[in-house]
């Protein structure tokens, strides 16, 4: 057997660093996410919030999010995706610590201003990340940008169970959560130290290229059919996503008049096969292409959706959670990554996926939640058949950028080297 290249082995070694860098990011992400909304009864009690005023806490930091977003590639372009990562993480954690002060002191306008700071922090922070991951995949030569967001639920889970044992042993939210998130900025600054290394060969460098820049390249972006194709497949995995998120467990409670116990498993199912589809998913998507398995993540979003919406037994529509997790778990990243096949031109088409993406995150699960007052939670959610069936009718403008001599929708080179994460 001929002896290892040790002059590849030295060359794959920082990029499998910088993978594994992006994967502590997006964890950290879902960390410092979690941190705050596994508090939220608590944050409720500290502020006597009611249910109308908690929704509009949340509110002012998404709509810090949608702010930010469609600025974010103007951003990275200018400070690169370690900067940038590193700088909005650190405003994600100063505005949630900031809150975590108003919460104490009873001022709400200090929250709010809090909830303001962390939105614009997250939505930043988002995009520059998937930036990232982005260009760690075109080095490696295979897909890995789920795993990047199957990492960014790892996070959530640990940081629950740490606030499930913070709540138990009455640790106020003022220690907890600024603790939690500055010690997350800390890791997050070792970690992007082994970001890929910036300069005019980084994959999303502008260079010396004529692709437009700044403001004019932020507006073309949002003109380009493909781009506005890709946001639709991607607001259709967020929209799936994120109505599970806020309704499947009192779905199941109303539904099926069961206890609280049970709608939590159904959450719980439903993130277990979406993390397990994005872990595991990236060998189908390297195997068969993006659009054969976004045709299939679709299809598990239809047949799930229709049994949780028509099934007559609660066994039978957790079954079909199972396909709906699954099905929703790789349009967004597969999404970002279709953005970014253009590296000089990523920045600005991931903040305008990015946007549509989160938009669907912040307005579909209220609308559903309005239209559920009327015929019910399981009838409601069928109402997001209707964006997947659009998501997957263009779900073709996915295939990536043809390359001389290689078909539109070939798969990404695996095997090589410096595939890992």
Not at 223 to 235: H, M, S
Request: charged share 10%.
């Amino acid at each position: 057997m001929p002896a290892p290249d040790p002059t590849t082995a030295d060359a794959a070694a920082p990029i499998r660093h910088a993978s594994l860098a992006v994967l502590v990011v997006f964890v950290l992400n879902g960390f410092n996410f979690a941190t705050w909304a596994s508090r939220l009864p608590a944050i409720r009690d500290g502020l006597d919030f009611t249910p109308e005023k908690m929704g509009l806490m949340l509110l002012v930091g998404a709509v810090g999010s949608l702010v930010a977003l469609p600025l974010s590639g103007m951003v990275v372009e200018r400070l690169g995706a370690r900067r940038t990562v590193l700088g909005f993480a650190v405003l994600n954690a100063f505005g949630l610590s900031l809150a975590a002060v108003g919460v104490a002191v009873g001022q709400v306008l200090v929250v709010g201003v809090g909830m303001v700071l962390y939105g614009i922090g997250t939505g930043v922070w988002d995009a520059a990340m998937n930036l990232e991951g982005a260009a760690v995949e075109q080095r490696l030569g295979r897909t890995v940008m789920p795993r990047y967001h199957a990492g960014f639920s790892f996070g959530t889970v640990g940081a629950a169970g740490l606030s499930a044992a913070m709540a138990a042993l009455h640790v106020p939210v003022v220690v907890h959560v600024p603790v939690a998130v500055t010690a997350s900025v800390v890791v997050v600054a070792f970690a992007v130290r082994r970001f890929l290394p910036e300069g005019p060969h980084h994959p999303h460098s502008a260079g010396e290229s004529h692709a437009p820049r700044g403001a004019r390249g932020a507006l073309a972006a949002w003109l380009e059919p493909r781009t506005l194709l890709i946001g639709l497949v991607v607001l259709a995995a967020a929209l799936t996503e994120g109505s599970a998120n806020d309704w499947v467990s009192l779905a199941v409670v109303d539904g099926f008049e069961t206890g609280h116990a049970v709608g939590a498993l159904a959450f719980g199912v439903f993130v277990a096969a979406m993390t397990a589809m994005r872990w595991f998913g990236t060998a189908l998507l390297d195997r068969y292409g993006r659009v054969a398995v976004l045709r299939l993540c679709a299809v598990l979003a239809i047949v799930g959706l229709l049994a949780f919406g028509l099934a007559p037994t609660l066994w039978l529509a957790l079954l079909g959670v199972v396909a709906w997790g699954a099905g929703a778990a790789l349009g967004f990243p597969v999404g970002m990554s279709a953005a970014s096949d253009d590296p000089l031109r990523a920045a600005q088409r991931v903040s305008v996926v990015s946007t549509i993406g989160y938009s669907a995150f912040l307005a579909g699960p209220p609308l559903l939640g309005l239209l559920a007052q009327h015929v019910g939670y399981r009838n409601a959610l069928l109402v997001i058949l209707v964006p997947v069936v659009l998501g997957l009718l263009v779900v073709n403008a996915a295939a990536p950028l043809p390359a001389p001599g290689a078909a539109a929708d070939e798969p990404a080179p695996a095997g090589r080297p410096d595939a890992a994460v």
